[in-house]
């Protein structure tokens, strides 16, 4: 169960980094070219995918362990 718990970290820290990522170039960057706010917005996406595969990790390992307990 640790290593799970890893994997759900060490997903959720390159998330929160593609989201910050992508507000930044958002705000910081001219967004009338197409590309940057492709890439903008594709950070974002991607940083919340992140996140939420992180969070059923962390579910799925939390009902895993109650299952086993109750054996």
């Given at each position: 169960?640790?290593?799970?718990?890893?994997?759900?970290?060490?997903?959720?820290?390159?998330?929160?980094?593609?989201?910050?990522?992508?507000?930044?170039?958002?705000?910081?960057?001219?967004?009338?070219e197409?590309?940057?706010?492709?890439?903008?917005?594709?950070?974002?996406?991607?940083?919340?995918?992140?996140?939420?595969?992180?969070?059923?990790?962390?579910?799925?390992?939390?009902?895993?362990r109650?299952?086993?307990?109750t054996?």
């Amino acid at each position: 169960m640790k290593n799970l718990n890893a994997v759900a970290l060490y997903t959720y820290i390159p998330g929160i980094v593609a989201v910050i990522t992508g507000m930044y170039v958002l705000i910081k960057f001219d967004t009338s070219e197409g590309l940057v706010l492709l890439v903008s917005i594709g950070s974002m996406f991607g940083g919340i995918l992140l996140v939420g595969i992180a969070e059923i990790i962390r579910l799925l390992s939390k009902i895993s362990r109650q299952i086993n307990e109750t054996k």
